[in-house]
């Protein structure tokens, strides 16, 4: 990287502004490009530690009845791994992407506020150092589920809960500095010509999470610090005893909740839009609908959020509404998938490994929507709700959608980012086994949710079994697929054929004018854009 | 029916992929329950699943086709178009009609699971951690309904039987052709009483009372195996629903023996009991309804749920052991278990708990002092 800097003579007197050496370049870097990293590799790890939860939880479902662990480790593993891979993996990977291509795609030297984006890094090795720690506490790490139900994460919570709840506050902190910082550069610190209008997908699917943030991670914050009062200062938010209310906890949860949802999605959405016009050689199908249509879809997920009630006993004017208003989001993300096909169509495809992901980012992730449209209709969600079906459903959208978008990222611009091409046969042999093991794992959990196996059990009744041994098989190949992507990424890392500036053929846009491995610093000047 | 027609003429066309009657058989998909509401609700599974299916073969089909004709290995040039209003205002227009004409059959069938008026049969529900309790409202019936697999069988030290984790000592009995209304709420965390076959789903929640109901059709009698739906701490995989639908005169005859089982138990709680009677059975009610929170071995769970062997209430405090078993201690999951056990029950899982796993009290608690207690 220091060399690259050096030979690059572009930017005159900030050449020679290298990165800091040893450990305290990491600590005291205001760099986006030094964040952009630590959150990538932060959210791997994550992702590996919540990856191995999944196996513990996918082993022990192996066979019907408790061979491995016990129900109380079991239901600790489960939660912990819903609250890593959301709020440790897919969201940190995000703002680190962002972080990485947000001011190269519009020309900023570097993020607006780049000692605040320092802190927000900074925290997330502390909250999930705390939340982890529970593990090895006698009252156990969290047991409670993700979404934390109360008043089993209140009243009948391990004295754990009061870590989680500190935890949560942290990542909030973390996730509104990122969001505001990623706001802020985008409204100010655009190059001269690249308005809005002609801004990349990718940032474009980020400006609108990042509102999405800002509006509901303060929700979040408040729904825990209710728990908190509930636990520890004898106040009866959601004790129905002391006149509370259990459902205000998750009308509140979810109103977090699903706008969180899209968080996770949305920010794929962009990087699918940059990745297939490269790819099919061919400009994007439709790019201001695509931008109306990400917009519809963050207004709409503020006024959704009870689909995830419709058994709680709401009035049935409200359950109508909320059927109605769920449906409705079919068809901006419908648009979106015909767009996207619409790109491919008479295009000229080549398929390395980020087409790839992306390819089966649209037809799996499609596949969650379906299964998305079909629990908004809320006669059958009562026969649906709290069952594998609903497991398979958000696991579409958020492993082979969220995640696989997430790497197909990664292949994109990691040639940028590195300065070398990866291997192209071993990514290829990462997708194929991503690819077989996310469909053999997820896909039987539609059958086994439908047959009637409600989801958050240890074990099971006898007509669940086969279906859960094929989705641990599933599983477990999916999982050790995940080390050909980190061997992938040391050896791209450390050697490699030399990446071209522009990288792939049909790249377009400004990240990929400047040389590979992309500059320390970049656009001290700023481009104009036509 | 015009979704039915259209169903089948979908499934003739697919069939040979995915033939519907072959899922069912596989137990790949939903019952189609045996009330007229559960069926509803499986067509309007099955109409949402094949509007899918086939949106999925046109748009997937688009695909596929350009990833093998439009691929630049084959020569192919691409094109630059960019938008199309029309085509993008069509595929706008064309899945608003598809919904709206989703949402109409769904809003009729959410109307009807909504009416639970005129109700001939009223169950309360209560989820307890982690079992049912039934009440039968003006029948002066209620019991309580516990898993009855062992935990032999759960920790894989004897074959599994046949109803395994789906089998309760008490079933809840309903009469068929007559509407039954159930009015379900939660003694501690959320629960969800769910029974596939009648399409029943409905969280219990404490200081709610959620309504829901079913009308079992006469010739549908049998029994209909449920679960708990709502995670609700360790055992919520532990707490299966069993409802048993006999006919209107067999219901009649079981409400009248479960009113004399009733008698019959509070006569047998005057009578006396050896100290080897009450182990014996203490030993039972154990397993049963205390092992899930203090352990097989009274050696207790993590921080939350205290030890048994060797706890100084158990060795030393007799009457504050009566007073925790019979009334519970609130915001803990200690529950009550006056109503849940009879007083014979309680007296004998004292008296176990007292000499168990070293605890050698020697001291013996009579059905007798419980019902004192109860004064």
């Given at each position: 990287m220091t060399t690259a800097t050096a030979s690059h003579d572009d930017h005159g007197d900030h050449s020679h502004h290298g990165p800091a050496k040893g450990i305290m370049r990491w600590v005291l870097t205001t760099n986006h490009k030094d964040i952009g990293t630590m959150y990538l590799w932060f959210s791997f790890i994550m992702l590996l530690t919540g990856g191995v939860m999944a196996l513990i939880v996918r082993a022990e479902l192996f066979q019907p009845g408790m061979q491995l662990i016990r129900p109380e480790f079991y239901n600790?593993?489960?939660?912990?791994?819903?609250?890593?891979?959301?709020?440790?993996?897919?969201?940190?990977?995000?703002?680190?992407?962002?972080?990485?291509?947000?001011p190269l795609m519009i020309g900023a030297p570097d993020m607006a506020l780049p000692r605040m984006n320092n802190w927000s890094f900074w925290i997330l090795p502390f909250a999930f150092g705390m939340l982890l720690f529970t593990l090895f506490t006698e009252a156990g790490a969290p047991n409670f589920g993700w979404t934390f139900y109360a008043p089993l994460s209140t009243t009948y919570a391990p004295s754990s809960v009061t870590y989680f709840i500190f935890g949560v506050h942290m990542m909030g902190i973390s996730s509104i500095m990122g969001a505001i910082n990623i706001i802020v550069t985008i409204l100010n610190l655009r190059a001269p010509g690249m308005t809005m209008m002609k801004m990349p997908l990718f940032v474009w699917t980020w400006f609108i999470t990042a509102y999405l943030l800002v509006a509901v991670m303060p929700v979040l914050a408040g729904v825990v610090t209710m728990m908190l009062m509930d636990i520890h200062f004898g106040t009866a938010f959601f004790d129905a005893a002391g006149g509370g209310d259990p459902v205000l906890f998750q009308h509140v949860f979810w109103f977090f909740g699903h706008p969180e949802v899209y968080i996770m999605i949305l920010p794929a959405f962009g990087i699918v839009s940059q990745i297939i016009p490269t790819f099919a050689r061919k400009p994007l199908f439709g790019y201001a609908s695509m931008v109306y249509a990400t917009s519809s879809i963050a207004f709409l997920s503020f006024i959704v959020w009870a689909h995830h009630m419709f058994t709680v006993g709401l009035p049935l004017q409200a359950e109508l509404f909320f059927m109605y208003a769920t449906m409705l989001i079919a068809i901006p993300t419908g648009v979106k998938v015909f767009n996207w096909v619409s790109t491919m169509f008479r295009g000229s495809m080549t398929f390395e490994t980020p087409m790839l992901f992306a390819l089966a980012f649209v037809v799996l992730f499609t596949i969650g929507g379906f299964s998305g449209l079909m629990l908004s209709i809320a006669p059958a969600d009562f026969?649906?709700?709290?069952?594998?079906?609903?497991?398979?459903?958000?696991?579409?959208?958020?492993?082979?959608?969220?995640?696989?978008?997430?790497?197909?990222?990664?292949?994109?611009?990691?040639?940028?980012?590195?300065?070398?091409?990866?291997n192209e046969s071993l990514g290829k042999f990462h997708f194929w086994m991503s690819f077989i093991g996310v469909n053999v794992t997820f896909f039987p959990m539609h059958f086994i949710g439908l047959a009637g196996m409600p989801r958050r059990i240890p074990d099971y009744a006898l007509q669940f079994a086969d279906f859960n041994a094929i989705a641990t098989v599933g599983a477990f190949i999916f999982g050790f697929s995940q080390l050909i992507f980190l061997y992938l990424l040391i050896k791209t890392i450390r050697g490699g054929e030399k990446?071209?500036?522009?990288?792939?053929?049909?790249?377009?846009?400004?990240?990929?004018?400047?040389?590979?491995p992309a500059p320390y610093h970049t656009f001290a000047e700023a481009p104009h854009v036509k | 029916?015009?979704?039915?027609?259209?169903?089948?003429?979908?499934?003739?066309?697919?069939?040979?992929?995915?033939?519907?009657?072959?899922?069912?058989?596989?137990?790949?998909?939903?019952?189609?329950?045996?009330?007229?509401?559960?069926?509803?609700?499986?067509?309007?599974?099955?109409?949402?699943?094949?509007?899918?299916?086939?949106?999925?073969?046109?748009?997937?089909?688009?695909?596929?086709?350009?990833?093998?004709?439009?691929?630049?290995?084959?020569?192919?040039?691409?094109?630059?178009?960019?938008?199309?209003?029309?085509?993008?205002?069509?595929?706008?227009?064309?899945?608003?009609?598809?919904l709206i004409a989703m949402a109409v059959p769904a809003t009729t069938v959410l109307i009807q699971m909504y009416d639970t008026t005129n109700s001939d049969v009223d169950i309360k529900v209560t989820g307890h951690q982690w079992k049912w309790q039934y009440d039968y409202l003006?029948?002066?019936?209620?019991f309580f309904s516990n898993l009855t697999t062992t935990d032999d069988e759960i920790y894989n030290r004897t074959e599994k039987g046949e109803n395994y984790l789906e089998e309760v000592d008490n079933h809840v009995v309903v009469p068929t052709g007559q509407k039954i209304r159930f009015l379900i709420t939660s003694n501690d965390v959320i629960h969800a009483w769910w029974v596939p076959e009648i399409a029943v789903k409905k969280d219990a929640i404490p200081g709610y009372i959620n309504e829901s109901w079913a009308l079992i059709?006469?010739?549908?009698?049998?029994?209909?195996?449920?679960?708990?739906?709502?995670?609700?701490?360790?055992?919520?995989?532990?707490m299966p629903i069993v409802l048993e639908a006999v006919t209107a005169d067999e219901y009649q005859v079981w409400l009248d023996d479960q009113r004399a089982g009733k008698v019959a138990e509070a006569a047998a709680a005057q009578g006396d009991f050896s100290y080897?009677?009450?182990?014996?059975?203490?030993?039972?009610?154990?397993?049963?309804s205390c092992a899930g929170c203090h352990g097989t071995e009274g050696q207790g769970m993590g921080s939350i749920f205290p030890a048994l062997a060797g706890s100084s209430m158990a060795l030393n405090d007799m009457a504050g052991h009566i007073d925790i078993v019979l009334n519970g201690?609130?915001?803990?999951?200690?529950?009550?278990?006056?109503?849940q056990l009879t007083d014979v029950e309680i007296a004998a899982v004292i008296t176990f708990e007292r000499n168990a796993w070293g605890n050698d009290t020697g001291e013996t608690v009579t059905p007798k002092m419980i019902i004192d207690a109860k004064k």
């Amino acid at each position: 990287m220091t060399t690259a800097t050096a030979s690059h003579d572009d930017h005159g007197d900030h050449s020679h502004h290298g990165p800091a050496k040893g450990i305290m370049r990491w600590v005291l870097t205001t760099n986006h490009k030094d964040i952009g990293t630590m959150y990538l590799w932060f959210s791997f790890i994550m992702l590996l530690t919540g990856g191995v939860m999944a196996l513990i939880v996918r082993a022990e479902l192996f066979q019907p009845g408790m061979q491995l662990i016990r129900p109380e480790f079991y239901n600790q593993m489960t939660t912990m791994h819903g609250l890593i891979m959301v709020f440790g993996a897919i969201m940190p990977a995000f703002v680190g992407l962002a972080n990485w291509m947000v001011p190269l795609m519009i020309g900023a030297p570097d993020m607006a506020l780049p000692r605040m984006n320092n802190w927000s890094f900074w925290i997330l090795p502390f909250a999930f150092g705390m939340l982890l720690f529970t593990l090895f506490t006698e009252a156990g790490a969290p047991n409670f589920g993700w979404t934390f139900y109360a008043p089993l994460s209140t009243t009948y919570a391990p004295s754990s809960v009061t870590y989680f709840i500190f935890g949560v506050h942290m990542m909030g902190i973390s996730s509104i500095m990122g969001a505001i910082n990623i706001i802020v550069t985008i409204l100010n610190l655009r190059a001269p010509g690249m308005t809005m209008m002609k801004m990349p997908l990718f940032v474009w699917t980020w400006f609108i999470t990042a509102y999405l943030l800002v509006a509901v991670m303060p929700v979040l914050a408040g729904v825990v610090t209710m728990m908190l009062m509930d636990i520890h200062f004898g106040t009866a938010f959601f004790d129905a005893a002391g006149g509370g209310d259990p459902v205000l906890f998750q009308h509140v949860f979810w109103f977090f909740g699903h706008p969180e949802v899209y968080i996770m999605i949305l920010p794929a959405f962009g990087i699918v839009s940059q990745i297939i016009p490269t790819f099919a050689r061919k400009p994007l199908f439709g790019y201001a609908s695509m931008v109306y249509a990400t917009s519809s879809i963050a207004f709409l997920s503020f006024i959704v959020w009870a689909h995830h009630m419709f058994t709680v006993g709401l009035p049935l004017q409200a359950e109508l509404f909320f059927m109605y208003a769920t449906m409705l989001i079919a068809i901006p993300t419908g648009v979106k998938v015909f767009n996207w096909v619409s790109t491919m169509f008479r295009g000229s495809m080549t398929f390395e490994t980020p087409m790839l992901f992306a390819l089966a980012f649209v037809v799996l992730f499609t596949i969650g929507g379906f299964s998305g449209l079909m629990l908004s209709i809320a006669p059958a969600d009562f026969q649906y709700h709290d069952t594998y079906f609903v497991v398979a459903h958000f696991h579409y959208v958020l492993v082979p959608g969220a995640l696989f978008g997430i790497i197909a990222g990664v292949y994109y611009w990691l040639p940028k980012w590195t300065g070398h091409y990866y291997n192209e046969s071993l990514g290829k042999f990462h997708f194929w086994m991503s690819f077989i093991g996310v469909n053999v794992t997820f896909f039987p959990m539609h059958f086994i949710g439908l047959a009637g196996m409600p989801r958050r059990i240890p074990d099971y009744a006898l007509q669940f079994a086969d279906f859960n041994a094929i989705a641990t098989v599933g599983a477990f190949i999916f999982g050790f697929s995940q080390l050909i992507f980190l061997y992938l990424l040391i050896k791209t890392i450390r050697g490699g054929e030399k990446a071209t500036d522009q990288v792939w053929e049909g790249a377009e846009g400004l990240e990929w004018t400047i040389p590979s491995p992309a500059p320390y610093h970049t656009f001290a000047e700023a481009p104009h854009v036509k | 029916m015009f979704f039915r027609t259209w169903q089948r003429l979908s499934s003739v066309v697919l069939g040979l992929v995915l033939a519907p009657a072959a899922m069912a058989d596989w137990g790949l998909n939903m019952p189609q329950g045996i009330t007229e509401v559960s069926q509803s609700i499986f067509e309007l599974h099955m109409l949402i699943f094949w509007i899918c299916v086939w949106i999925g073969v046109v748009v997937f089909g688009v695909m596929f086709y350009s990833i093998f004709k439009h691929r630049k290995s084959k020569g192919a040039v691409a094109s630059k178009f960019h938008e199309s209003l029309g085509l993008e205002l069509l595929w706008t227009a064309v899945p608003t009609v598809i919904l709206i004409a989703m949402a109409v059959p769904a809003t009729t069938v959410l109307i009807q699971m909504y009416d639970t008026t005129n109700s001939d049969v009223d169950i309360k529900v209560t989820g307890h951690q982690w079992k049912w309790q039934y009440d039968y409202l003006g029948e002066d019936v209620g019991f309580f309904s516990n898993l009855t697999t062992t935990d032999d069988e759960i920790y894989n030290r004897t074959e599994k039987g046949e109803n395994y984790l789906e089998e309760v000592d008490n079933h809840v009995v309903v009469p068929t052709g007559q509407k039954i209304r159930f009015l379900i709420t939660s003694n501690d965390v959320i629960h969800a009483w769910w029974v596939p076959e009648i399409a029943v789903k409905k969280d219990a929640i404490p200081g709610y009372i959620n309504e829901s109901w079913a009308l079992i059709p006469e010739g549908q009698e049998g029994i209909y195996r449920g679960k708990c739906a709502e995670l609700c701490g360790v055992q919520h995989g532990f707490m299966p629903i069993v409802l048993e639908a006999v006919t209107a005169d067999e219901y009649q005859v079981w409400l009248d023996d479960q009113r004399a089982g009733k008698v019959a138990e509070a006569a047998a709680a005057q009578g006396d009991f050896s100290y080897d009677e009450l182990m014996v059975e203490g030993a039972a009610v154990y397993a049963r309804s205390c092992a899930g929170c203090h352990g097989t071995e009274g050696q207790g769970m993590g921080s939350i749920f205290p030890a048994l062997a060797g706890s100084s209430m158990a060795l030393n405090d007799m009457a504050g052991h009566i007073d925790i078993v019979l009334n519970g201690k609130p915001g803990t999951a200690m529950q009550s278990f006056s109503a849940q056990l009879t007083d014979v029950e309680i007296a004998a899982v004292i008296t176990f708990e007292r000499n168990a796993w070293g605890n050698d009290t020697g001291e013996t608690v009579t059905p007798k002092m419980i019902i004192d207690a109860k004064k």
